[in-house]
């Protein structure tokens, strides 16, 4: 069993910066993707940012891509999403997940293990 905790979200400007973290407890494998997702309010929930918890690949949606970066602590059990130059359309619940098996991928339904959301909002 994992559990994901987010935290960092909150109030900023547009142009501001944000760093999102989600903790990780229980039992984690190198195996395993680690990805951000998020979901604004009337939208369907959108791929944001993925990694593995192993190597040095990540996936960045066209979307945020040069704004948002995805890293990991792996001492810490940490994932963070690094986010500048926050625009308004940005603003969602950000939601952390962890796929056991198969990489990370674009799709939520194939992440096993989700977080509770922090939510983002960025003023015009």
């Known amino acids: 069993q994992v559990q994901l905790v987010e935290s960092g979200g909150g109030l900023v400007q547009a142009g501001g910066s944000l760093r999102l973290s989600c903790a990780a407890s229980?039992?984690?494998?190198?195996?395993?993707?680690m990805g951000w997702f998020r979901q604004a309010p009337g939208k369907e929930r959108e791929f944001v940012a993925a990694?593995?918890?192993?190597?040095?690949?990540?996936y960045t949606a066209d979307s945020v891509k040069g704004r948002f970066t995805i890293s990991r602590d792996n001492a810490r059990n940490t994932v963070y999403l690094q986010m500048n130059s926050l625009k308004s359309e940005d603003t969602a619940v950000y939601y952390c997940?962890?796929?056991?098996?198969?990489?990370?991928?674009?799709?939520?339904?194939?992440?096993?293990?989700w977080g509770q959301g922090t939510q983002v909002t960025v003023s015009s």
């Open positions: 997940a962890a796929r056991v098996r198969g990489g990370y991928s674009l799709n939520g339904a194939f992440y096993d293990y």
């Open positions: 229980g039992r984690i494998f190198s195996s395993y993707a």
């Open positions: 990694l593995r918890w192993s190597g040095d690949s990540t």
